[in-house]
């Protein structure tokens, strides 16, 4: 999340030359960081999302002054393990006027719904729309992945881990 590291790490990555560029996934680093690099801000309503009863919704931010956006699939272990810490805070970052918004990678399934259901994970949840993915977009690989948002679209800060993000918004876990 510091800026000037990233430009250092690009920097440093560039002089190397081709040096790595057999490495699998060198490209993917490099989309990556340029993508950390140009895209300061996110405008919700250029995606869909599908919600839990399969349709096809537009989102904008609204109500909250910030938006922590969740990216995270079913057969991930550890988003499974820090949506309980999520469902934790719920109340308190609610009342600190912070929403969460739940972005899963899955396909619609009844499994994905029940999920959401069966733990009583209430905050909005939505799967990305095929056509546009947000995930891909903002060169998202690796799961959990957290950003926080304010509520003009700015990108304050992109975390893996739920505990992280809390720090930064002044929580204690």
Do not use: M
């Not at 690009?10 to 490209?27: A, E, H, T, V």
């Not at 996110?42 to 938006?67: E, T």
């Not at 970052?93 to 994970?121: A, P, Q, R, T």
């Amino acid at each position: 999340n510091n800026e000037n590291n990233i430009y250092a790490l690009k920097q440093s990555l560039s002089n190397q030359g081709n040096k790595f560029s057999w490495f699998q996934l060198f490209d993917d680093v490099i989309g990556r960081i340029d993508n950390i690099l140009n895209t300061k801000y996110l405008k919700l309503s250029d995606f869909k999302f599908i919600d839990k009863q399969k349709k096809v919704k537009s989102l904008s931010f609204k109500k909250a002054d910030y938006y922590v956006l969740d990216f995270w699939f079913l057969g991930c272990l550890p988003c499974r393990k820090e949506h309980k810490i999520i469902a934790k805070n719920y109340d308190k970052l609610l009342k600190s006027k912070v929403e969460i918004i739940g972005v899963s990678i899955d396909e619609y399934s009844k499994e994905w719904k029940d999920y959401l259901l069966k733990n009583h994970y209430y905050w909005t949840n939505y799967l990305q729309e095929p056509k546009n993915k947000i995930a891909e977009t903002l060169s998202i690989k690796s799961f959990p992945f957290y950003l926080i948002i304010n509520e003009k679209g700015e990108i304050l800060g992109r975390y893996n881990s739920i505990i992280e993000v809390l720090k930064k918004l002044n929580f204690e876990e």
